[in-house]
């Protein structure tokens, strides 16, 4: 099993200080949570914020990583997005939430109020662009993630959503998998057997190389990401 724990790694410590300098250089939208926003503490497997609920605040990842579920009648999850440090979520058109929001590891995020943000972003050009990049970026990563579906492969899908996470790390030849195999499994429509499968097939292959239970290196010419 890949471990759901807080991520020690110096790699994830370089990651955090980076998204700090971005603040401090003038990032609007990092500066108004850091000013304005409230913070909380989720363990992992915590709810952050749970389906229908009402959609009153939006929330920014400070430490640790989210995840956005939403479950099915028979009691099946889809993981839609994992969120890590710097990510904006929870933000929705509609007054209710859609979805829910969990703690994959133990986390720190810092919550707005939703009419406060739009307020301010009304009031502030630089902020509302701040929004739309923000809302841009979730919406490439959503688009990446259908893509990602559509691969028949179970092997393509697994290699993929590795590199994918190791980009978002900016940690592209080795990282470290906060996630737990159900988790992945969740993420990209294929059972926890199968997930564990194709990594036996991808390390057999020579396309990943496991070092302990997290620690996932990656061949960085492999074909798909050549």
Known sequence: MLNATLPTDTRHCAVSALRCIAAEAGDPL??????????????????????????????????????????????????????????????????????CA???TDCRVSIVGRAQLLAKARRDGELANALWRSSCDALHRMHEQLFLLGRANAADRVLAFFHMTAER???????????????????????????SRTITQLRGEGAIRLEGARRVCLDTHDRLYA
């Open 30 to 99: 990092a500066k108004l949570f850091e000013n304005d926003g409230a913070t909380a503490h989720f363990r992992a497997n915590d709810e952050i914020f749970a389906e229908e609920e009402a959609a009153d605040a939006v929330y920014r990842v400070t430490e640790g990583v989210a995840r956005i579920c939403k479950f099915t009648e028979d009691g099946r999850r889809q993981i839609g997005e994992f969120h890590f440090s710097g990510d904006v979520f929870g933000l929705e058109y509609g007054s209710h939430r859609s979805v």
């Open 102 to 104: 969990e703690a994959v």
């Open 169 to 195: 790390l900016n940690s592209r030849g080795v990282v470290e998998i906060p996630m737990s195999r159900q988790d992945i499994a969740d993420h990209l429509g294929l059972n926890i057997e199968t997930v």
